[in-house]
């Protein structure tokens, strides 16, 4: 079976700051790892995913994970954040070859200040 | 190309009442799967279809709800009697089947509310 804990619930941060967003994973068995992104009023979209090969994932809005196997982290960062980003992220595993459903994390809901 | 949609967007409904939500997959995807989020928790795993069949329902709550996927391709969960814990939002997404299987797509979600 496999569990994900995001370690923080809410994350204030000012525009243009950096900001970490923080995923550790358990599994028994190899994942495909993700992360989801739900903006105000709107479904969940996918923001990147870790499959194989390299270990860092970049989105097209600037937002990147490194895949950690000794750590069994997937944390998401971004180098300098924009109101827009405010949203709530989820990290997500899912089986590799079988299983099919997806685990997610409890969210992360990240503010951006002016 | 359509994403997966989902009716109505929102729901509220008097407890004991019936609900039927509405999922149309991505055409071509044979994978259907049903999440749901209560507030302020994960999202969890319902069930997954595999065309009409039902490969794994391990997250269904209970035999209130009722999820059918007839001629695979959209499908509908029914919650009868609704009872107020089953608020919250409920999520279809779908995906491809075998080695193109890589991600779900979601819909936009059912915000169910029983009062």
């Known amino acids: 079976a496999q569990s994900v804990t995001q370690l923080d619930s809410q994350v204030p941060v000012f525009e243009e700051a950096p900001v970490e967003l923080r995923c550790n994973y358990s599994?028994?068995?190899?994942?495909?790892l993700f992360w989801y992104v739900q903006y105000p009023n709107q479904g969940l979209q996918l923001l990147l995913k870790?499959?194989?090969?390299?270990?860092l994932v970049e989105s097209i809005n600037g937002f990147e994970a490194e895949f950690n196997k000794s750590q069994t982290s997937f944390h998401l960062r971004k180098p300098s954040v924009h109101i827009s980003d405010t949203a709530e992220y989820f990290c997500?595993?899912?089986?590799?070859?079988?299983?099919?459903?997806?685990?997610f994390g409890a969210g992360t809901r990240l503010f951006v200040k002016a | 190309e359509a994403g997966v949609t989902q009716f109505p967007s929102h729901s509220v409904i008097e407890k004991g009442q019936t609900v039927t939500l509405r999922c149309d997959p991505i055409?071509?995807?044979?994978?259907l799967y049903w999440y749901r989020r209560v507030m302020g928790k994960e999202i969890k795993f319902l069930l997954h279809?595999?065309?009409?069949?039902?490969?794994?329902e391990s997250g269904m709550p209970n035999n209130r709800f009722l999820a059918e996927r007839t001629g695979g391709t959209y499908s509908t969960l029914k919650v009868q009697p609704a009872e107020l814990e089953d608020s919250g939002v409920y999520f279809c997404?779908?995906?491809?089947?075998?080695?193109?299987?890589?991600?779900?797509?979601f819909g936009q979600g059912t915000r169910l509310t029983v009062v």
């Open positions: 279809f595999v065309k009409e069949s039902k490969q794994d």
């Open positions: 599994s028994s068995v190899s994942v495909y």
């Open positions: 870790y499959l194989s090969g390299s270990t």
């Open positions: 997404a779908s995906s491809q089947v075998g080695v193109l299987r890589t991600e779900a797509f």
């Open positions: 997500a595993v899912s089986e590799v070859g079988g299983g099919f459903k997806t685990i």
């Open positions: 055409s071509g995807h044979d994978n």
